[in-house]
């Protein structure tokens, strides 16, 4: 495994006025030896001179939050980070690659979750990379790596959890959004690792139920959000029925056999459970037929 060296070069400011300096120089040395009518010195000079272009391509520029892999025939011989006007070997390769923070958002990816459900499920990833010569030699080409394998990372997750919770304490797609978002950043900076690749955040962007199911499953949603509402109801029902009982067996406003207990629970339950409004009808007689 190839580890990023961080290498420090020459300035390129220094660089410039030492390759003008070399040529004036051997400028002048040319003029001289033309002077003097010295073939050899000529000759000498002007390959001199020429080969002082070469210097010129030593030249390059880093910008902030990039990095420049420097290559020497095939050997990979460090990283330049330092930002501004750099010099160093002219046969050396430069290669780009930015240190910026980037992010993103596979596609709508159809997977069924770990009930079987056909689910539509999406996430966003954000992302930087940490060391170059990992991301430059270790894999072929680390942005598309980091796509492929996020999107596969977010296939992995869907089916290890369900869409919706069913129980109290279940680890649901739609209820953990946090819990969720944290398993999906470690599975995919497990898979970019290897890329040199820091993964800074991941978490949802999209879910819903495939379209074939969706009407099956938001009636269903609908089902027990009304079984829900009704067991509320049901249970503040019997509540206030028993607190009604107890205060006129309390404070002794009427004695009512088991019988008519059970006709008067049974009123009070419909007036309180019903989902439409009720009919009172006002008894002016006798409780008794």
Known sequence: MIREIEREVSSGYVAIAAIFILQAALTAWGVSAILA????????????WSLMFLFWAGLFI????????????????GTVKAPGLRWSNPFYLKHKISLRVRNFETGKLKVNDSNSNPIEIGCVVVWKVVDTAEAMFEVD?????VHVQSEAAVRNLATDYPYDAHGHGDVALSSHTSQISEQLRGEVQDRLQKAGVEVLEARISHLAYSPEIAGAMLQRQQASAVVAAR???????????????????????????????????????TVLCSDRGTQPVVNTGTIYQ
Do not use: C, H, W
Not at 37 to 47: C, K, P
């Open 62 to 77: 880093v910008n902030p939050n990039e990095g420049r892999v420097l290559q020497l025939f095939g050997k990979y011989v």
């Open 231 to 269: 067991t509320k109801i049901v249970e503040g029902a019997v509540g206030m029925v028993d607190l009604a009982l107890e205060s006129l067996s309390q404070k002794n406003i009427v004695q009512l056999d088991e019988e008519r207990k059970a006709a008067m629970v049974s009123n009070l339950l």
């Open 141 to 145: 080409d680390y942005v598309n790596y």
């Open 37 to 48: 009518e010295n073939v050899f010195l000529i000759i000498v000079s002007t390959v001199l």
